[in-house]
């Protein structure tokens, strides 16, 4: 079946570094969604890029999703505090109605 | 608009025993899930609705039985609880049957543990 993971498992960074996150996936995805989830809370959509080599930005945050639409990246530029959290990805391969998330990212940010 | 609404919160239960975690929406989506959270696992589907009577498989079905008579409720069933089972459970609802249109919102989470 399709897995996702992503890496790095854990990052530990200092306030104002740069963070980033990168999700494989082991098949073609038709699109690929970001979530964030506080510690102690339930995941929150942040964006879906649907188009090979799309790039995204919210604020801080970019977003890319691969040529080849099997691999993503998630970029935070100096990171705060308020960035502290796991971060998934979820792609999902069409034919079916099924969102597979990654293995999640964990980013904590120390002052 | 309450969005997702998952009960109980926290639940303890000993192993064999049975139970319902339910799930309710009332932002009248179609789609409706149930996710399972293992620390470095990720989030797994347990079971999916696309609609009312229709319900199907996820990643890591086995012990959990779904059913959807209403738009708004999904709930979750566990037939004979096992310390495997140990979790935090996710309901997850989209406006959108093709999810490649939609996102997935999420309530609060049930957490479980069985002894």
């Known amino acids: 079946g399709q897995q996702v993971m992503q890496i790095p498992q854990y990052q530990h960074v200092q306030e104002g570094e740069d963070f980033t996150t990168y999700c494989n996936s082991s098949t073609t995805l038709s699109n690929i969604q970001w979530y964030k989830q506080r510690p102690g809370g339930h995941p929150v959509f942040l964006i879906q890029l649907v188009k090979s080599g799309e790039v995204k930005k919210q604020k801080r945050l970019t977003f890319q999703f691969g040529e080849a639409k099997k691999n993503s990246s998630l970029h935070i530029t100096a990171t705060q505090t308020t960035d502290v959290g796991t971060y998934f990805c979820?792609?999902?391969?069409?034919?079916?109605?099924?969102?597979?998330f990654g293995t999640g990212t964990q980013l904590k940010v120390e002052l | 608009n309450a969005g997702v609404t998952q009960t109980p919160k926290f639940q303890v239960l000993k192993t064999g025993q049975s139970m319902t975690l339910q799930c309710a929406q009332d932002?009248?989506?179609?789609?409706m899930s149930w996710y399972r959270q293992d620390p470095g696992m990720g989030l797994r589907l347990i079971h999916y609705?696309?609609?009312?009577?229709?319900?199907d498989q996820g990643e890591v079905p086995n012990g959990y039985n779904v059913s959807r008579s209403t738009t708004e409720d999904f709930p979750l069933r566990l037939l004979s609880a096992a310390p495997s089972q140990t979790s935090v459970y996710f309901c997850a609802s989209s406006y959108s049957i093709a999810l490649f249109t939609g996102e997935l919102f999420f309530g609060e989470g049930s957490r479980l543990t069985v002894l």
């Open positions: 609705s696309v609609g009312a009577g229709i319900t």
């Open positions: 979820a792609g999902f391969t069409g034919g079916g109605n099924k969102l597979t």
């Open positions: 932002m009248n989506h179609e789609y």
